[in-house]
């Protein structure tokens, strides 16, 4: 498919355009497969979990044998926002290196090591949550206290991704130098990108882990700077949304045109974005902590504009797709101002499940600046709107996104094709989520506005009058929650039919090269020393004298809270 | 920078897309985020 390229000749752009494609051989396959189980088996259980807490939240259910809401909530929040996401998406990068860049078989050992270290911390962790010794929500924020084998499972899958990050960027560097004077494939830059962004996020709770939680937890510490642990976490949180939307604008921006008949809009402006949420996704962790005493309002404010920088990339994005859609329908020959919308291949799953992530991130972006308006903040902070926000963020615009990548990413992997009946069934499926993520996410964007409370079991708060107001939304929640669990079930069966029962045969695994004309990627896209560097200047400057100040000017530190939620 | 432009411009002889619908589709974005930022800023005025 690669274009040939132009004599050598000194310029500042790679003549070559479009991605040459690898084929998956067993053993990769094997491995991504590997990351999908884990993937589908957490879709399950996590959303059990949140069929049992919108029920419980309706007033009308109680969990049996003792069972303890927060424990439910903590494996929802660990098992769907920390464990499937990063799973498809180590997983899902794996298949996109395999396929541009490809693995030795040093490479590929060491990538099963990481999946390894991964999958050991992550059952450890796992254990101590369900057997209620983790009762400490996905953000274990200090001073609640969990059993010391959870801080240290995170801890191992923190180091496993880690692996596999290394590999994946040793396969990049080994392409490039085999390839001198080529542009590298523009899902390999990306996947390279995403693994660095998340590499220096976990930074943060790497040494959160090691410094603070674990000697706490293991008794070696009695007390704990609680305001350093989360300024930690969320020094990794907010990039943590970002290492999941990512992967999404990669099926977005390079996978999606192929499969709508199209090709990519433009190579740098794709590479461009990522590199400005490589700059703009980690020095603002501090949106997430606006109303945290302690941290002064200036270095807050300064966080609050470094996020809204990603609003570009974020609007290149949306223009750079509506672009890909208009102009393919308009060489199909749809005309008018919207007629190229009806050249879109909504019947097929591939096309329709990530197309509604898309529109899901509408509501979800808008929602997410006025969550950083930091005014603002204070009218929704701790409410379940945000619940609902990142439900449209994460569970659709993200999830959707993925299912929409299993449905050929899945009978690619297992020599098996995507069958009509299974893309008639996808298409339920999408209906399904989307009709009750819009019940449930709306109710919990209403009910945040007035003053609903997230995390929160049951309570009728003593009859106040207020919370008197929130019980039909809650209502709403349950009723959007059990066709939402509906969509999850049917998704799991449409897996096991994918992976053991669709016939055999070859599916496309869809990527999208350059028009045959496009304007060359100019070298700069590459400079990777100078992107590195910025990054790490915005962080220093964002996070040094806020970081400093709450070591020096420490608050009393905490002794553990394990009661009543936490190790108990 | 010039000479680059003016080889990018030689190798893109097509004229450029009909973009209409995707500037309209991207306007209406950017106002539906003010819509909903300017609601919730007002509801925040009013308490
Ligand atoms: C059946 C589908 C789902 C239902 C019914 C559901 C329901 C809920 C509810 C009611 C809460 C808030 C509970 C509270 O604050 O007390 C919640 C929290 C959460 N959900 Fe879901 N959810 C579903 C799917 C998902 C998916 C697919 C993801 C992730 C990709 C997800 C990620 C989260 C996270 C991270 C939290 C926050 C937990 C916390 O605050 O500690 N949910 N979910
Ligand atoms: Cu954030």
């Known amino acids: ?568 | 920078m010039t000479t680059e432009k003016k080889k990018q411009l030689e190798s893109s002889p097509e004229n450029e897309p009909n973009l209409k619908g995707t500037l309209i589709s991207v306007s209406v974005v950017g106002i539906f985020i003010l819509v909903t930022w300017f609601g919730v800023f007002m509801l925040f005025l009013s308490r």
Request: charged share 10%; aromatic share 16%.
């Open chain 1, 1 to 568: 498919m690669e274009t040939a390229t132009a004599p050598a000749k000194i310029t500042n752009v790679f003549t070559n355009r479009g991605t040459k494609e690898l084929s998956l051989p067993k053993n990769e396959r094997r491995l991504v497969m590997s990351y999908m189980y884990v993937a589908f088996i957490s879709l399950f259980i996590g959303g059990l979990m949140g069929l049992l807490q919108v029920l419980v939240r309706s007033g009308s259910f109680e969990l049996p044998w003792g069972i303890n809401y927060y424990t439910i909530l903590t494996v929802h929040g660990v098992i769907l926002g920390l464990v499937l996401t990063s799973f498809f998406i180590i997983g899902f990068q794996n298949a996109l290196m395999g396929k541009t860049v490809g693995y030795s078989k040093k490479q590929l050992n060491w990538a099963w090591i990481g999946f390894a270290v991964m999958t050991i911390g992550m059952i450890s962790a796992a254990i101590t949550v369900l057997l209620g010794k983790a009762n400490v929500l996905y953000t274990f924020y200090a001073p609640l206290q969990a059993h010391p084998v959870f801080y240290i499972g995170i801890t191992l899958v923190v180091v496993g991704s880690w692996i596999n990050a290394f590999v994946n960027f040793r396969q990049f560097y080994v392409w490039k130098k085999n390839h001198p004077d080529e542009k590298s494939p523009l899902l390999a830059f990306m996947v390279v990108i995403n693994m660095l962004m998340w590499c220096i996020a976990t930074i943060g709770v790497a040494s959160a882990m090691l410094a603070q939680f674990i000697p706490w937890s293991l008794g070696y510490k009695n007390t704990i700077n609680v305001l350093l642990s989360r300024t930690l976490f969320w020094y990794f949180g907010h990039p943590l949304v970002y290492f999941w939307l990512l992967p999404a604008y990669m099926a977005w921006y390079a996978i999606i045109p192929k499969i709508i008949g199209g090709k990519i809009f433009s190579d740098t402006l794709a590479r461009f974005s990522f590199i400005l949420f490589l700059f703009f996704s980690i020095p603002v962790g501090l949106h997430h902590q606006l109303t945290e005493p302690g941290l002064d309002s200036t270095w807050k404010f300064i966080q609050v504009i470094l996020t809204f920088m990603v609003v570009i990339p974020s609007l290149m994005t949306a223009f750079s797709l509506f672009a890909t859609f208009e102009i393919t329908g308009r060489k199909k020959g749809y005309g008018g101002l919207f007629g190229w919308l009806k050249h879109l291949p909504w019947k097929d799953v591939r096309f329709l499940a990530p197309f509604i992530g898309m529109l899901a991130f509408i509501p979800g972006g808008a929602g997410g600046i006025v969550n950083a308006s930091y005014q603002i903040n204070t009218l929704v902070h701790n409410t379940i709107w945000v619940t609902g926000h990142f439900h449209l963020t994460a569970a659709t615009t993200v999830i959707l996104t993925f299912f929409g990548i299993a449905y050929w990413l899945i009978p690619h992997l297992t020599g098996r094709k995507l069958t009509k009946s299974v893309n008639r069934l996808g298409i339920i499926q999408t209906i399904l989520w989307t009709v009750g993520m819009l019940i449930m996410s709306t109710s919990m964007h209403i009910q945040g506005l007035i003053g609903g409370p997230r995390r929160s079991d049951y309570s009728d708060y003593g009859g106040t009058a207020q919370a008197a107001e929130w019980g039909a939304y809650q209502m709403a929640q349950a009723v959007g929650g059990t066709i939402l669990f509906i969509a999850i079930i049917l998704m799991v069966y449409i897996f096991i039919k994918m992976v053991f029962f669709s016939p055999k045969g070859e599916e496309e695994f869809p990527i999208a090269q350059e028009e045959d004309h496009a304007e060359f990627t100019p070298k700069w896209t590459e400079n990777w020393k100078l992107w590195i560097s910025i990054t790490i200047v915005l962080i220093l400057f964002a996070y040094t004298v806020p970081v400093m100040d709450v070591i020096q000017n420490a608050p009393p530190g905490s002794a553990p809270f394990d009661w009543p939620i936490g190790n108990s």
